[in-house]
């Protein structure tokens, strides 16, 4: 096997970054200071629904990897002895040389919107700043662990949302992409998950896993010539007070529910109470809406039921509509059903089904030159595909709801106030603006925060803070926003300079976007 300095350490990237760093170590330019900036174009589309907002998830995991990154004897040996065609090296000794003394990290700076917060396409998500050659070096780590675990918690907080905010379980290291299943089922408790079952994974971050058991469970015990009820028994005996029946492997209604209710019986007996029954497999919102009817008359109105098998944002919504639909036709309050639901999502959040990757890219859009600081500018023929050059200000504006009715993107040295008219331009539609009154703005927030200078870490990553900003950054976005179909558009802008400076700066290379009216 391939040492794991090899696969996670500096050669953790694609072989272009190298060739390019070799390129500016022969060119003196290694060393000239580059800012590139990681962002995302467009929201994940599903295909039946589009998220509306994304939420930032995987920055500690980059710093991680990039703390105390070195290039080893191992991997610098391996491209010394990497050769072309004509048996000639591929890289010189002198480039090597000075990849060996470097310790990565020292060199960069990192900032970045924390982790569990709201964020929108084009706006920097992450800045990276250093000697251009290094700075190159770690784009192709930093979008392998950042996009996913954006799209993995922008998931989750969809799926939590369409399920009104009930317990959500995390159900998907089986379906996931091998080590993926990690980062995904971190993602997902930034995002909206509120347990997963990946075991290590629950207590690295202090959680307890959660699960309940498989079908394979009751089969053993019928194979051997026993119960669907015996197996109950025996789990229930061994796990009291955290027990959860999985009652869809012979028959729901008919055999499931019922042994479920007997141990259940038993359990209240004996001082405990039972937690819940699983729905697997059939019609899962009529099934809900049975087996609650079916508990209550038991007397267990208090046990919960767990559905899982393809579970999504779209299939919550619908299945909660349906028992709303279905509810009284039971003598049943739709509420006393909804409420006792817990989700357990898997293949769909775990693998982002419908849009499997999230457009992120990293780019470089300053580099110095004469002892000062120059926006870089990449063209598109697609005026929607060109970055905003330059160093820059990221600001959230909220109206005067306390809504977050904005993003802008400004020069470093700009400044906006609460009491003042506010001027937001769209980044390509060249005559397209509106004005913010003072009285329509409640307050400014800076976005960006240090994280990395100099190899010191600034900030640490803690679990439950970047799930409280998550909430706190929902709370405050408009309601048409997060909507699960067609959410409303949300507006990222740039100030008025910053809109002249990148139109300069395009027509200085020769280059017309097109503009459009409208905003």
Request: hydrophobic residues 35%.
């Amino acid at each position: 096997m391939l040492n794991n300095n090899l696969l996670e350490g500096p050669l953790y990237t694609d072989f272009y970054q190298l060739t390019m760093a070799q390129l500016y170590y022969e060119q003196q330019m290694h060393e000239t200071p580059a800012r590139f900036e990681h962002f995302f174009r467009s929201y994940p589309d599903y295909g039946e629904h589009q998220a509306g907002y994304c939420i930032q998830a995987g920055t500690n995991w980059f710093l991680n990897w990039l703390e105390g990154l070195e290039f080893s004897s191992e991997s610098l040996e391996k491209l010394r002895r990497h050769k072309n065609s004509s048996g000639e090296k591929i890289f010189s000794d002198k480039f090597l040389n000075w990849l060996s003394s470097q310790n990565i990290a020292d060199r960069l700076t990192v900032e970045a919107i924390p982790e569990g917060r709201v964020v929108h396409p084009t706006v920097p998500l992450t800045v990276v700043e250093g000697p251009l050659a290094l700075a190159q070096l770690v784009e192709t780590a930093l979008l392998n662990q950042l996009n996913y675990q954006v799209l993995i918690a922008t998931r989750a907080a969809r799926v939590s949302q369409a399920g009104r905010g009930n317990l959500l379980l995390e159900f998907g290291l089986r379906r996931a992409h091998d080590r993926g299943g990690h980062a995904g089922a971190r993602a997902a408790l930034i995002g909206g998950a509120d347990f997963s079952s990946n075991t290590g994974l629950s207590y690295r971050y202090n959680l307890p896993p959660k699960g309940t058991h498989a079908h394979s469970m009751i089969q053993a015990y019928i194979a051997r010539g026993k119960t669907e009820l015996e197996a109950f028994r025996d789990f229930a005996s061994l796990y009291p007070d955290s027990c959860v029946l999985l009652v869809d492997t012979i028959d729901t209604l008919q055999s499931g529910l019922p042994n479920a209710i007997k141990v259940f019986d038993e359990l209240k007996k004996q001082g405990h109470q039972p937690l819940g029954i699983r729905l697997d497999s059939g019609d899962l919102a009529h099934l809900a809406v049975r087996s609650a009817r079916i508990l209550n008359d038991a007397g267990h109105e208090d046990v919960n039921i767990v559905l899982s098998n393809q579970l999504d944002e779209q299939v919550l919504r619908q299945i909660i509509e349906q028992i709303e639909e279905e509810a009284p036709e039971y003598n049943l309050e739709s509420e006393n059903i909804i409420d006792r639901l817990v989700y357990g999502v898997g293949t769909r959040l775990i693998t982002s089904a419908g849009d499997s990757s999230l457009s992120g890219v990293y780019k470089l859009v300053a580099l110095e030159k004469e002892g000062s600081p120059q926006p870089v500018l990449k063209i598109s023929e697609n005026p929607g595909k060109i970055p905003t050059p330059g160093h820059k200000k990221i600001w959230r504006i909220y109206d005067e709801r306390g809504r977050a009715t904005a993003d802008l993107i400004g020069q470093p040295g700009e400044e906006i106030q609460t009491d003042e008219t506010v001027e937001i331009c769209h980044p390509f539609r060249h005559h397209a603006s509106r004005r913010l009154r003072g009285e329509e703005i409640s307050e400014i927030e800076l976005l960006h925060e240090p994280f990395l200078k100099s190899g010191e870490r600034l900030r640490h990553f803690n679990l439950e803070e970047a799930r409280q900003r998550r909430r706190e950054d929902l709370a405050r976005l408009d309601p048409g926003v997060k909507r699960i179909m067609n959410p409303h558009y949300y507006h990222v802008s740039l100030t008025r300079k910053m809109r002249q400076e990148k139109q300069e700066l395009i027509n200085s290379i020769g280059m017309s976007s097109k503009q459009e009216e409208g905003f």
